[in-house]
């Protein structure tokens, strides 16, 4: 073999070594596409934040002050116009269950209806107890025997002083829901928010009237019942006071179901009723005078018995858990009402549901109205 | 395939015989797996019991103008004369006055049923799902209008840019076949 013939495979090594060759060509080539991918990417994605960002911004301007719900103004009250003060404090008890309702006895007494029973409560500081019960409880009322009538979706319960069920009344239409009762001698007036009258059951439980249904002859436009909210009180006066809460009015009857007359406007000034469906419940005084409640702005007011306003027990300043779930939005603020009852001594008794707590207000001593 | 000469052999048979199985095999598979595709499908919604209506919805949508929209249960509604999801708070008067609408975008229509009620519709065209009138139903009302997202408009985004965001986790795969959280009877939705 010639020195000629043997050069190629000397040669061959050292080409290898050149950057032009096909393997190096390659991967250099890979490296270039892989980082020219990257920035392609990342470009891309710099592109798409970019737009994103700017179509925010852009429409974060657009939505201004007129996009959002502010009722700030009217969750603050005067100070002046507060007549009562807190005196006590009491819970409600968990196995009483969601507080639905409140009502002061004639011959003492609070009791607390709530969809797991009721919570009786001595406000001298008796042995209070909690009775649960078949279903919630929605009404409540209490005789000056001292028995509880408590009303339930379809029928009302009576309940002996220590609680035990004695009676069971569920003669009722189809959607009876009691959300309001009174006792007026021996009589019983149930505000049923299912069928948006008032019925008048004797003392065994049979129905002897129904007031409140639509009838322009007789000059009655019907109660607007928009949520379960609907009570109904006996006056000093003799006259049946029910509320129209989608009327934002007290309207009053007589027993017989003659509309006499009717106070109250919608507004969300002080002086009136809030929102779409208020007063959701209210009692009455022995001079004839009113305590009422309101959900949305939680407010306990006052008025006198022409339906004047005359002052507040408490303001909406008094319910700052009940006002921060409200502005946030939390579910658990939608449809919770207040309730207030008059004590045999004047004193107001107030139900927080949503601080789960009852409060025994008392009369300023210096107020003046 | 035959073999020897164009005979079927047992080898050929077996061999044709597996083939044919594997690929009725395959095709079995394939549609049981996209019939559980379809039965399995997820879309975006909104639970209703969730939402705080923070407005987000309005904003954070990829979509020029967000897929969510408000509804409205009339099986709960209580056909307010003065109805909060649709007054401002004080209204000048309970008419259908632009000063007196909630609505920066009139996106509700309100008409007179009978004496006392009356009747709310959305507008979806010009509703941008800012939940300004649910804030103001569930606040004051009984909670009959809220947010959905409408499947007509969603394109679905794998991620959701508004789930993302919502401070309340209000967002939620549902199944395609039940794509809406409605709240109450469900009747006459929208």
């Known amino acids: 073999m010639s020195e000629d013939e043997t050069r190629p495979e000397q040669v061959e090594p050292a ?9 190096a060509f390659l991967r250099t080539a890979a490296w270039g596409g892989g980082i020219a991918g990257i920035g392609g990417l990342a470009g891309y994605a710099a592109h798409r934040f970019a737009k994103r960002q700017g179509g925010r911004a852009s429409r974060e301007a657009a939505l201004g002050e007129e ?10 009250s005067d100070p002046s116009l507060l007549r009562y003060e807190e005196a006590e404090r009491w819970p409600v008890a968990e196995a009483a269950g969601e507080p639905r309702n409140i009502a002061a006895g004639p011959a003492g007494g609070i009791c607390v209806a709530g969809d797991g029973g009721i919570q009786k409560i001595d406000p001298e500081g008796g042995a209070g107890w909690v009775k649960q019960l078949r279903s919630a409880v929605y009404a409540v009322a209490m005789r000056p025997s001292g028995e509880i009538l408590t009303g339930h ?13 004695r009676d069971v009344w569920s003669d009722f239409p189809e959607g009876f829901l009691p959300t309001g009762m009174d006792v007026w001698g021996g009589e019983v007036f149930v505000a049923d928010a299912g069928n948006r009258v008032v019925l008048r059951i004797d003392g065994s439980g049979r129905t002897m009237g129904v007031i409140g249904q639509r009838d322009p002859g007789r000059n009655v436009r019907g109660f607007v019942v928009p949520s379960p909210y609907f009570t109904v009180r006996m006056a000093p006066d003799g006259l049946l006071r029910v509320t129209n809460p989608g009327a934002h009015r007290i309207e009053a009857f007589t027993v017989d179901g003659d509309f006499e007359l009717a106070w109250g406007k919608a507004s969300f000034a002080v002086e009136g009723f809030c929102g779409c469906c208020n007063p959701v419940s209210f009692d009455i005084f022995a001079d004839g005078s009113f305590v009422t409640c309101e959900k949305g702005l939680p407010r306990v007011k006052l008025y006198d018995s022409h339906g004047e306003f005359t002052g507040l027990v408490a303001g909406p300043e008094a319910f700052p858990d009940y006002v921060k ?3 946030a939005g939390t579910p658990d603020s939608r449809g919770t009402g207040i309730y207030a009852a ?9 139900l927080d549901p949503m601080g789960r707590n009852v409060r025994l207000m008392k009369r300023k001593e210096t107020a003046d109205a | 395939m035959p073999e020897n000469g164009g005979k079927l052999t047992r080898r050929g048979l077996l061999h044709s015989g597996m083939r044919g199985a594997g690929l009725l ?6 549609g049981f797996l996209a019939g559980r595709e379809e039965r399995s499908r997820t879309v975006w919604q909104i639970d209703p019991d969730k939402c705080i209506q923070c407005g987000l919805c309005a904003t954070e949508c990829v979509l020029e103008v967000s897929a969510v929209k408000c509804v409205h249960s009339h099986g709960m509604c209580g056909y307010c004369e003065l109805c909060t999801g649709y007054f401002e708070p004080e209204p000048i008067a ?3 006055g632009a000063e007196n609408q909630l609505c920066p975008t009139g996106a509700i229509e309100r008409a007179f049923v009978e004496d006392p009620y009356y009747e709310y519709r959305i507008k979806e065209d010009l509703c941008v799902g800012c939940g300004k009138c649910v804030k103001g139903c569930n606040m004051f009302g009984n909670g009959s209008l809220y947010l959905q997202v409408r499947h007509d408009r969603c394109i679905d985004c794998n991620v959701c840019a508004i789930a993302t965001a919502c401070p309340s986790q209000a967002f939620r795969r549902v199944p395609a076949t039940e794509p809406y959280l409605l709240r109450g009877k469900g009747d006459g939705e929208k």
């Open chain 2, 94 to 96: 309970l008419d259908e």
């Open chain 1, 342 to 350: 008059v004590d045999p001594t004047g004193d107001v008794v107030v």
């Open chain 2, 25 to 30: 095999g395959f095709g079995g598979a394939a």
């Open chain 1, 15 to 23: 080409a290898r070594k050149t950057p032009e060759n096909r393997r």
């Open chain 1, 67 to 76: 996009f959002k719900y502010d009722v700030s103004r009217f969750q603050k």
């Open chain 1, 153 to 165: 979706r379809g029928e009302i319960s009576v309940l002996d002083g220590g609680g035990a069920v």
């Open chain 1, 325 to 327: 779930a409200a502005n």
